[in-house]
């Protein structure tokens, strides 16, 4: 088996330099988006991770929630209601009670910790943080090692989760989500949030981008990224076509066919 090799584009904390083919001088960096989920397998479990890395994607993207216990969960929304049909919160249960809860297309809820030990480095971790609650336990294991902190970029739609992440594990790559494209007349105002936050990197959805405004991104000193929404095959093949930094994708093959 050939060996893996961290990404390029995690080499270096620097910001890319102003030109607009900056992206293009190495290869796009994939994430899974939750994984190679669907009804082969349940997003956000390892059979899911595991999946993805054989398709060829240089890491996964995955989402945080807080147990009742206080462990780091490895799950998407607030509830298990999508991916399990029962009702229960997340927080209402222990790491042990949400990991015996069978999942719709199998699988159990892994901890953080199940995660870090089975993706082996140089895959890169897209942790995504929605909450604060989280914040204080996460940093508090990547302050225990210089190795995940290496592979780790933290997203986030939260501007003080990022913040905080910047003043105690400095070393530790930020990306900024954001929802909308800024107005013009917000636009001065979106800067000087960059600014402030001095991001990694900053992601939009892949439907909101576009050639120009990669390049006003990139113009920015920015890593730029993309998410998929509803079309993983069309949106696969548009980060592609915009040479993305960073493209968190759900259908892997088709990126990477294309890179």
């Given at each position: 088996?050939?060996?893996?090799v ?6 270096s904390?620097?910001?890319l330099?102003k ?7 190495c ?59 029962d ?23 892994p901890?953080?910790n ?5 993706v ?9 943080v929605?909450?604060?609650d ?126």
């Amino acid at each position: 088996m050939r060996a893996r090799v961290a990404h390029p584009a995690l080499l270096s904390t620097a910001p890319l330099t102003k030109s607009p083919i900056c992206a293009m001088l190495c290869r796009m960096m994939i994430l899974a988006h939750r994984g190679c989920s669907g009804r082969t397998c349940t997003e956000n479990t390892l059979e899911a991770f595991a999946v993805a890395l054989a398709q060829g994607a240089d890491g996964v993207e995955l989402d945080l929630r807080v147990s009742r216990d206080g462990e780091l969960m490895v799950v998407h929304d607030t509830n298990l209601h999508r991916i399990a049909g029962d009702a229960h919160k997340i927080s209402e249960l222990t790491a042990n009670e949400l990991a015996a809860v069978p999942l719709r297309y199998g699988g159990t809820i892994p901890t953080l910790n199940d995660v870090t030990a089975s993706v082996h480095a140089p895959a890169i971790l897209d942790i995504e943080v929605k909450l604060k609650d989280v914040v204080e336990v996460l940093i508090g294991k990547l302050k225990t090692s210089a190795t995940l902190r290496e592979r780790t970029v933290i997203s986030s739609f939260n501007a003080a989760v990022l913040d905080r992440v910047r003043k105690e594990v400095p070393d530790v790559r930020t990306l900024l989500l954001v929802i909308r494209w800024p107005l013009p007349l917000r636009r001065s105002v979106f800067e000087r949030r960059l600014r402030q936050l001095a991001p990694w990197g900053v992601a939009f959805s892949i439907s909101t981008l576009n050639r120009r405004r990669v390049a006003y991104l990139r113009g920015l000193g920015l890593h730029v990224g993309g998410w998929d929404r509803r079309r993983p095959k069309q949106e696969a093949r548009k980060a592609c076509a915009l040479g993305l930094d960073v493209a968190i994708l759900r259908n892997i093959q088709e990126g990477r066919g294309r890179v």
